[in-house]
């Protein structure tokens, strides 16, 4: 059974900056994609960053610039960087993996979540 465990999420003064990490507790044969999602506070959860099979990367508009998403295939794990962080940067962030399971069959592991709160 694979588990996605984060960590690294916390409370930064706004300008601040966080990594957070999301390994998997073994490698993962046909990963799709990889990605990060957050949901604050009385809002719906959104996609904020996300890394394809091929290295990929595409980030949501509010975020670029000020997040960076990578892997480390040899560690099994991926890494959100978030630099000037902001108060609206506050949520639970998820880190989030689609491999391929088999012909029209894709399977969806989350992480349990980290907490991000951003001060002023």
């Known amino acids: 059974q694979v588990q996605l465990v984060e960590s690294g999420g916390g409370l930064v003064q706004a300008g601040g900056f966080l990594r957070l990490s999301c390994q998997a507790s073994?490698?993962?044969?046909?990963?799709?994609?990889m990605g990060w999602h957050r949901q604050a506070p009385g809002k719906e959860r959104e996609l904020v960053a996300s890394?394809?099979?091929?290295?990929?990367?595409d980030y949501a508009g509010t975020v670029k610039g000020r997040y960076t998403n990578s892997r480390d295939n040899a560690k099994n794990t991926w890494y959100l960087q978030i630099n000037d962080l902001r108060p609206e940067d506050t949520a639970v962030y998820y880190c989030?993996?689609?491999?391929?399971?088999?012909?029209?069959?894709?399977?969806?592991?989350w992480g349990q979540g980290t907490q991000v709160t951003v001060s002023s």
């Open positions: 989030e993996i689609i491999a391929f399971q088999g012909v029209g069959t894709d399977r969806d592991y």
């Open positions: 073994t490698t993962i044969l046909g990963i799709i994609s």
């Open positions: 890394i394809a099979a091929d290295g990929t990367a």
